[in-house]
Nanobody, 115 residues
Framework: QVQLVESGGGLVQPGGSLRLSCTAS????????MGWYRQAPGKQRELVAT???????YYSDSAKGRFTFSRDNAKNTGYLQMNSLRPEDTGVYYC?????????WGQGTQVTVSS
């Protein structure tokens, strides 16, 4: 079993920054992909960014140029640095880990961008 714990959410003003963390524990294989997803109120969950075990990243159009996804394999932790935050970035951010064709989700962390 794999457990994911997210942290780093909060309330920030437009233009501000936050760094989300996702730490995995349990039966984690050596090769896995991590992803961050966002779910705004009344909307479907959407992909924000992903990172492979070798550090290859993918960003949604809204995240490109503002967000940076990195990972520390020794700590089984992924970090999403979010800069220039906008009100439309508001939502619950979920971490997902994919290993051996199985998906595991964290409990989510709330990000609110508001003045």
């Amino acid at each position: 079993q794999v457990q994911l714990v997210e942290s780093g959410g909060g309330l920030v003003q437009p233009g501000g920054s936050l760094r989300l963390s996702c730490t995995a524990s349990g039966s984690i294989g050596a090769i896995y992909t991590m992803g961050w997803y966002r779910q705004a109120p009344g909307k479907q969950r959407e992909l924000v960014a992903t990172i492979t075990n070798v550090g290859t990243t993918y960003y949604s159009d809204s995240a490109k140029g503002r967000f940076t996804f990195s990972r520390d394999n020794a700590k089984n932790t992924g970090y999403l640095q979010m800069n220039s935050l906008r009100p439309e970035d508001t939502g619950v951010y979920y971490c997902k880990l994919t290993s051996l064709r199985r998906d595991y989700w964290g409990q989510g962390t709330q990000v609110t961008v508001s003045s």
